[in-house]
């Protein structure tokens, strides 16, 4: 099996089974001899600011020497991103060895009735490899949900962390905070610890409740003990407690999201792993998460981030106004079946003009459509036949340019807009 075959079977598989719950993933893990056993993870849960708070858990426990395993999703350019050991991705041998074996456990599941959806058949590789390369510690990240989301069949983790819940996949989660938070608690686990962002106080409740319940004790960072020395397009200097800290991540959320990852790594400190001081400051300073308020040029400056969400969109809006960044030329594209309306009408003010993407995605929503929705808002707008078109477009008017919306879009321009901007050096 080559890296393409592997690839292409798992995106074969359907993406949602006729049932929710772990009982697939259970008996594929069963299956392959649950490797999931022999390690250790961080588990991370939440609506936005999940993706970042890995990476930065991720970096600092790389830092504190530890081989370190990364699970995200989705990727944005390449499938091997989502399965990370040490800051790399994936080799593609070794991602045909585990899809291989995958393969082979899902046919018998085929034969017995229930074969395993995508997301399934890629967790169960991401874990068979880290059990295979012997990773000291996983930090994990939820794809939907969390109570059955396949990532739920580890053990109780060294630490559960939830990230800032919001209204995102109500059709599937709840449309109240009490009932998505609901959901994102599932992978609290009896005798565990849990570790929480900033919350709205609707979501708050539902954790606290569920900690309790579950024996879990409940550590929150204290935003308001950050003292912020410094911002500016390269990223926030800043101190919290004893700790200073350089943050290269863009955004006043990223900040919490910082915060969220100090207290992680201090909880896994005395949860029987060495995590000193040092490799927290090394850590967070070295950190990198591509298509999140990324800045790939600096004069004049290039923006990519997917705010694919009103929560998103209103922290792009936020950074924006809090840099100074004025007007720009935004290329933006949307998936039709989120809150659209609400996430564009947040990025709008700072758009000088809007090239409207059609996301190269079946649910992606027509840049005709977004584009007369910005032109009703006052925004002089055109759809563009396609990113790289749109990227074009902004290139020649030599102005600022921010590229927002679905991360789709970013993964179809982020290497184009890099390459562009390196031989233009």
Same mark, same amino acid.
């Given at each position: 099996?080559?890296?393409?075959?592997?690839?292409?079977?798992?995106?074969?598989?359907?993406?949602?089974?006729?049932?929710?719950?772990?009982?697939?993933?259970?008996?594929?893990?069963?299956?392959?001899?649950?490797?999931?056993?022999?390690?250790?993870?961080?588990?991370?849960?939440?609506?936005?600011?999940?993706?970042?708070?890995?990476?930065?858990?991720?970096?600092?426990?790389?830092?504190?020497?530890?081989?370190?395993?990364?699970?995200?999703?989705?990727?944005?350019?390449?499938?091997?991103?989502?399965?990370?050991?040490?800051?790399?991705?994936?080799?593609? $041998? $070794?991602?045909?060895?585990?899809?291989?074996?995958?393969?082979?456990?899902?046919?018998?599941?085929?034969?017995?009735?229930?074969?395993?959806?995508?997301?399934?058949?890629?967790?169960?590789?991401?874990?068979?490899?880290?059990?295979?390369?012997?990773?000291?510690?996983?930090?994990?990240?939820?794809?939907?949900?969390?109570?059955?989301?396949?990532?739920?069949?580890?053990?109780?983790?060294?630490?559960?962390?939830?990230?800032?819940?919001?209204?995102?996949?109500? $059709?599937?989660?709840?449309?109240?905070?009490?009932?998505?938070?609901?959901?994102?608690?599932?992978?609290?686990? $009896?005798?565990?610890?849990?570790?929480?962002?900033?919350?709205?106080?609707?979501?708050?409740?539902?954790?606290?409740?569920?900690?309790?319940?579950?024996?879990?004790?409940?550590?929150?960072?204290?935003?308001?003990?950050?003292?912020?020395?410094?911002?500016?397009?390269?990223?926030?200097?800043?101190?919290?407690?004893?700790?200073?800290?350089?943050?290269?991540?863009?955004?006043?959320?990223?900040?919490?999201?910082?915060?969220?990852?100090?207290?992680?790594?201090?909880?896994?400190?005395?949860?029987?792993?060495?995590?000193?001081?040092?490799?927290?400051?090394?850590?967070?300073?070295?950190?990198?998460?591509?298509?999140?308020?990324?800045?790939?040029?600096?004069?004049?400056?290039?923006?990519?981030?997917?705010?694919?969400?009103?929560?998103?969109?209103?922290?792009?809006?936020?950074?924006?106004?809090?840099?100074?960044?004025?007007?720009?030329?935004?290329?933006?594209?949307?998936?039709?079946?989120?809150?659209?309306?609400?996430?564009?009408?947040?990025?709008?003010?700072?758009?000088?003009?809007?090239?409207?993407?059609?996301?190269?995605?079946?649910?992606?929503?027509?840049?005709?459509?977004?584009?007369?929705?910005?032109?009703?808002?006052?925004?002089?707008?055109?759809?563009?036949?396609?990113?790289?078109?749109?990227?074009?477009?902004?290139?020649?008017?030599?102005?600022?340019?921010?590229?927002?919306?679905?991360?789709?879009?970013?993964?179809?321009?982020?290497?184009?807009?890099?390459?562009?901007?390196?031989?233009?050096?």
């Amino acid at each position: 099996m080559t890296e393409q075959e592997a690839i292409s079977y798992l995106h074969s598989l359907g993406r949602l089974g006729p049932a929710a719950g772990l009982a697939r993933i259970t008996r594929l893990m069963e299956l392959l001899g649950n490797p999931q056993k022999e390690l250790r993870f961080v588990h991370v849960a939440g609506t936005n600011g999940k993706g970042s708070t890995c990476a930065m858990t991720a970096s600092i426990l790389r830092k504190a020497g530890y081989r370190t395993g990364l699970y995200i999703s989705p990727y944005i350019v390449t499938f091997r991103e989502r399965i990370q050991l040490d800051g790399e991705m994936i080799p593609p $041998e $070794e991602l045909a060895w585990a899809v291989e074996r995958v393969q082979a456990a899902a046919e018998q599941m085929r034969a017995e009735g229930t074969p395993p959806v995508e997301f399934e058949a890629v967790t169960a590789t991401a874990l068979l490899w880290y059990a295979k390369a012997k990773v000291d510690v996983v930090v994990l990240e939820v794809g939907l949900g969390g109570r059955f989301d396949a990532t739920n069949v580890i053990p109780c983790p060294l630490c559960t962390v939830i990230t800032p819940i919001g209204l995102d996949h109500t $059709e599937l989660l709840g449309d109240t905070l009490a009932a998505i938070a609901g959901e994102k608690c599932g992978i609290i686990k $009896e005798g565990g610890v849990t570790v929480t962002a900033t919350q709205d106080p609707e979501a708050l409740a539902v954790i606290m409740e569920t900690c309790a319940r579950r024996g879990n004790p409940l550590i929150s960072g204290n935003r308001q003990a950050v003292r912020v020395l410094g911002e500016d397009f390269t990223g926030t200097r800043l101190q919290y407690g004893e700790l200073e800290l350089t943050l290269p991540l863009l955004g006043d959320y990223q900040v919490d999201n910082c915060v969220t990852a100090v207290e992680t790594a201090r909880l896994l400190n005395r949860r029987g792993l060495t995590v000193p001081d040092q490799a927290i400051v090394e850590g967070i300073a070295a950190v990198r998460w591509p298509a999140r308020m990324e800045l790939l040029q600096q004069e004049p400056f290039v923006l990519l981030d997917g705010a694919h969400n009103q929560a998103g969109a209103e922290a792009l809006a936020r950074s924006l106004t809090r840099l100074g960044a004025g007007k720009a030329t935004m290329i933006c594209g949307m998936l039709a079946d989120k809150d659209w309306h609400g996430a564009v009408s947040r990025f709008l003010p700072f758009a000088q003009e809007l090239l409207a993407v059609t996301p190269q995605s079946p649910r992606a929503l027509p840049a005709e459509k977004l584009a007369a929705f910005a032109r009703e808002e006052g925004v002089p707008a055109r759809p563009c036949a396609d990113g790289r078109e749109a990227w074009r477009l902004a290139r020649e008017k030599g102005t600022p340019v921010i590229i927002c919306g679905s991360l789709y879009l970013a993964a179809e321009l982020r290497e184009v807009v890099l390459t562009d901007l390196q031989k233009s050096k």
